[in-house]
């Protein structure tokens, strides 16, 4: 199977000071899944039947499964198998074990998911190997009990509960772990319910997500109270190759002015940072480029998350598997091996790199974006 299909984008040339390389604006894309599937369970819910009504609105045939359980049609060919499954939505309810939070350092208390699975095709997914089954992305029904489960974590946690540094944040919770909520909100309307939800929500509490993608309009006039976080993944240019079926750059960062603008407390999660052969001035220039959509926003509250690149032999293998002709670097010889607190193996760049790109990025951050917090590098 070839390259795996993009949807077309609309680029016009914004105004830029001179001397200065224009940004390209970019209509920011609106996933359009092949196949949607909806369970039994799933329309039983409220959520459920809002999701397929906003899912038909748009012209969208819903499946309708017979029993609660989601097969995928057999492929003989494990590519086309991933190409079906990435390209398929599914209305499902999350499991009892959904509400049974797990920690996430360094960046929240705690995590829980919206969805499953991410339409993307980023060629170096840390996604890969860690769920299980065909890459469907599933929406979750029972958004209620999820929501209403939150409560009972209020003050607890390891990360922002009990730092000193971070204590401002309250109890954080992360949603983006396993998935990218903002690429489906057009399609579930998910993301606006936890929004509103911690917005009303009068407690230490923060709600935060990551995000490549840029069709932030729905969020921009809801009433967040400065409890969400939104942030978004950027890598440097040189890297935009490895990020299919993602918005460009270019249009992440206009979401993250318009967002910002909008009173959201923002941030840079700068991942997966990669040994490209020219990495400092390509993340250099990522981050001038961030500070100048950043410039003369008001009450500017910006963090950074710095997350380098590192693989699995597991997620190594499966992503090779979905994208055969990728020149991500995977060469163990060039790594690092780290035992995780898992006992699983990881590998890593070389400490002497790692310390070098951290000094390099965290300079030019302290240079060209003073506001911004560097919550953790890793």
Known sequence: ??????????????????????????????????????????????????????????????????????????????????????ATLALVVAPPTKLRLQPIPPSADWRFDLAEGCPAHCQYCYLAGSLQGPPVTRAYANLDAILGNLAAY??????????????????????????????????????????????????????????????????????????????????????ARYEGGTDTLDARLDALRKVALAGYPVGLTIAPILPLPDWEEAYGGLIRDAADALAGVPDLDLTAELITHRFTPISKTVLQGWYPGSDLPLEEADRVRKMTKFGTVKYVLPRPQMEAMRLALTRTLGECLPAARVLYWT
């Not at 899944?33 to 369970?39: C, I, K, N």
């Not at 499964?65 to 590519?79: C, E, G, W, Y």
């Not at 607890?156 to 009990?162: E, K, Y």
């Not at 909520?181 to 939800?197: D, K």
Request: glycine residues 6%.
């Open 1 to 86: 199977m070839g390259r795996l299909p993009t949807m077309d984008t609309i680029t016009a040339s914004a105004p830029a000071p001179s001397g200065e390389t224009p940004r390209r604006r970019t209509t920011p894309r609106l996933w359009q899944p092949r196949r949607v599937v909806a369970t039994p369970a799933a329309l039983e819910l409220p959520h459920g039947k809002a999701m397929l009504r906003r899912i038909e609105a748009k012209g969208i045939t819903v499946e309708r499964l017979s029993a609660n359980r989601l097969v995928m049609p057999k492929q003989p060919d494990p590519r086309r198998a991933y190409a079906e499954a990435k």
């Open 154 to 239: 209020l003050g607890q946690g390891a990360v922002t509960s009990a730092s000193e540094a971070r204590a401002r944040e309250g109890t954080t919770f992360e949603a983006s772990c396993y998935t990218d909520p903002l690429a489906i909100e057009h399609l579930t309307g998910s993301l606006s319910a936890a929004i509103a939800h911690f917005g009303a929500w009068d407690a230490p509490v923060q709600l935060r997500f990551t995000t490549k993608f840029a069709a932030v309009e729905p969020l921009l006039g809801l009433a967040h109270n400065r409890r969400t976080r939104i942030r978004f993944s950027v890598n440097a240019r040189g890297a």
